[in-house]
C-alpha cells in the first residue's frame, strides 16, 4: 500500500466540522482512498472509499483534488460519539499487491461538549 | 449474520504458556486476517490468508503460527507466550483482494504474566 501521512491527532466541539487530511504523494493510478474509524474497545469499520473529486454517504464526505496527492476526510457536525481513530489507507482494489492490508497509526479524533 | 467472531474476549496467559485465539466468519469472504493492537498505538498486520491453504507473513510474525484449513476458520497460535505479547488481537475479513472493505471482529485481549 502507499505510504500516508496523517496528523496524530485533533480536537474539535460538538457541532463543529472535523476535516482530517491524509497526504499520499506516491499514490499510483490504480489506488483507491479508504478511510476506517475505529472506536474505543472496538475493532476497526470501513466508513468510505473513493478514487477522485468528492464521495459522500451518511457517514462523512472524502474530497480528493484532481492530483489525487491528498485527500480529506470530513465529519459534518460531530458528536461526542464521533471520537474515534481515523485511519487512511492507500492502496489498489485487486492484484497480490494488495494482499496486505495494512493500518498506520491513525489520526485521534476527540470531541470535547 | 454473526459477521467476524472471535474467541475468547478476554484472557490471561502466563510466560511460557500456549494458546489459540480462533477467529470465524460466516460471509464467505476468502481473505482473513490478524492483527495486534498495542495500547495507544494503530494496527499491526502478523498474518492473513487469501483463501484456504494459503497463509502469508505479515509485518510482525514473529511468536505467532496461523493455519486456515477452511474458509470460515483462521485460527492464531501463540507459542510460548512473552509479556511483549500482551496486546488486543482483531481477526478481520475482506471479499477481494487490496483495500476493500473488511470487517472486523470484536477483538481479544490478552494479558501475559
Known amino acids: 500500500l502507499a505510504k500516508t501521512t496523517q496528523p496524530i491527532s485533533m480536537d474539535s466541539y460538538e457541532g463543529q466540522e472535523v476535516n482530517i487530511t491524509c497526504s499520499h504523494n506516491?499514490?499510483?493510478?490504480?489506488?483507491?482512498i479508504t478511510w476506517y474509524q475505529q472506536f474505543p474497545s472496538q475493532g476497526p469499520r470501513f466508513i468510505i472509499q473513493?478514487?477522485?473529486t468528492k464521495v459522500t454517504n451518511e457517514v462523512a464526505s472524502l474530497f480528493i483534488p484532481a492530483d489525487r496527492k491528498s485527500s480529506t476526510l470530513s465529519l459534518p457536525r460531530v458528536s461526542l460519539s464521533d471520537t474515534a481513530v481515523y485511519y487512511c489507507?492507500?492502496?489498489?482494489?485487486?492484484?497480490?499487491?494488495?494482499?496486505?492490508?495494512?493500518f498506520g497509526g491513525g489520526t485521534r479524533v476527540l470531541v470535547k461538549p | 449474520n454473526a459477521g467476524v467472531t472471535q474467541t475468547p474476549k478476554f484472557r490471561i496467559l502466563k510466560i511460557g504458556q500456549s494458546m489459540t485465539l480462533q477467529c470465524a466468519q460466516d460471509?464467505?469472504?476468502?481473505?482473513m486476517y490478524w492483527y495486534r493492537q498495542d495500547p495507544g498505538m494503530g494496527l499491526k498486520l502478523i498474518y492473513y490468508?487469501?483463501?484456504?491453504?494459503?497463509?502469508d507473513k505479515g509485518e510482525v510474525p514473529n511468536g505467532y503460527n496461523v493455519s486456515r484449513s477452511t474458509t470460515e476458520d483462521f485460527p492464531l497460535r501463540l507459542e510460548l507466550a512473552a509479556p511483549s505479547q500482551t496486546s488486543v488481537y482483531f481477526c478481520?475479513?475482506?471479499?477481494?483482494?487490496?483495500?476493500?472493505?473488511?470487517?472486523f471482529g470484536q477483538g481479544t485481549r490478552l494479558t501475559v504474566v
Open positions: 478481520a475479513s475482506s471479499p477481494g483482494q487490496g483495500i476493500t472493505e473488511a470487517f
Open positions: 506516491n499514490i499510483a493510478t490504480n489506488d483507491y
Open positions: 473513493g478514487y477522485k
Open positions: 489507507l492507500v492502496g489498489p482494489r485487486g492484484g497480490a499487491a494488495g494482499n496486505k492490508l495494512t
Open positions: 460471509m464467505n469472504h476468502n481473505y
Open positions: 490468508s487469501v483463501g484456504a491453504g494459503i497463509t
